[in-house]
Nanobody, 119 residues
Framework: QVQLVESGGGLVQAGGSLRLSCAAS????????MGWYRQVPGKQRELVAR???????VYADSVKGRFTISRDNAKNTVYLQMNSLKPEDTAVYYC?????????????WGQGTQVTVSS
C-alpha cells in the first residue's frame, strides 16, 4: 500500500511564493510519473506540471516561467515551487504519482492542498 501526503499550501499575496511538497511512502518499487494538478469549483481539474522518471518536464502555458516542478527520488517526493503567484492561481492543488509496487502499478492522488492568492 502506498500513501501520499501533501503539504505547503496557504494564503499568499499576489507576487508571492509558495512551495508544495508531496511525499509518497509505502511499498514502492519505482515511481514513473509525478505531477501537480489544480481545480477550482465548477471547473475540471487541470494539469499544472509533471515530471517523468528521466527528469523531463511539462508545464501548463499559464505557469511557464513562474512554477518549477522537481523531484527527490531518494525521498519519493515531488515539489512545486510557485513564484510570482497571481489571483488566478487560486485553487486546490493535487499531486499525482504513478507508482510501481512489487505487485502492481497504481495511479494515486494526494488529498489536495488549498492555495489562495489575494490581490
Amino acid at each position: 500500500q502506498v500513501q501520499l501526503v501533501e503539504s505547503g499550501g496557504g494564503l499568499v499575496q499576489a507576487g508571492g511564493s509558495l512551495r508544495l511538497s508531496c511525499a509518497a511512502s509505502g511499498n514502492i518499487f519505482s515511481i514513473n510519473l509525478m505531477g501537480w494538478y489544480r481545480q477550482v469549483p465548477g471547473k475540471q481539474r487541470e494539469l499544472v506540471a509533471r515530471i517523468f522518471s528521466g527528469g523531463s518536464t511539462v508545464y501548463a502555458d499559464s505557469v511557464k516561467g513562474r512554477f518549477t516542478i522537481s523531484r527527490d527520488n531518494a525521498k519519493n517526493t515531488v515539489y512545486l515551487q510557485m513564484n510570482s503567484l497571481k489571483p488566478e492561481d487560486t485553487a486546490v492543488y493535487y499531486c499525482r504519482i504513478v507508482v510501481d509496487t512489487t505487485t502492481s502499478t497504481s495511479d494515486l492522488w494526494g488529498q489536495g492542498t488549498q492555495v489562495t492568492v489575494s490581490s
